[in-house]
């Protein structure tokens, strides 16, 4: 037997509902720029997000204690992440071919890749 789903979308097709015949439900919501801003389910699980004027994801937290934050550079490419899980930050450089370098400023250590190398 298939399941019977309904499902509701805002006037930009955004998914903002939906249930299935087990009674699971989804809510969502958005930003004006049709970014996902906020969900949650019928399980009690819920999630918030912002971004930037670029709509690049800066923050995240969720009902499971996740929590994450992140900038980006004037090209939108992501040169900073910290996750809450863990504390860890990571910063990010990139090439002159754009390949994402992580590095700490403690240590000044880079990862490189073979390609990466031999661009450098």
């Known amino acids: 037997m298939s399941k019977e789903i309904i499902e509701e979308y805002d006037k930009n097709n955004n998914q903002i509902y939906y249930k299935d015949s087990d009674g699971f439900e989804r809510w969502y919501k958005y930003d004006e720029n049709n970014n996902e801003v906020y969900y949650k389910s019928s399980s009690g699980f819920e999630r918030w997000m912002e971004y930037d004027k670029n709509n690049n994801r800066v923050y995240f937290k969720d009902t499971e204690n996740n929590e994450e934050w992140k900038k980006y550079d ?38 490189f890749t073979r390609f990466e190398i031999m661009e450098i």
């Open 74 to 111: 004037e090209n939108n490419r992501e040169i900073y992440y910290k996750d809450s899980n863990n504390g860890k930050e990571k910063w990010y450089k990139y090439t002159k071919l754009g390949y994402k370098i992580e590095y700490t400023p403690e240590t000044v250590c880079t990862k």
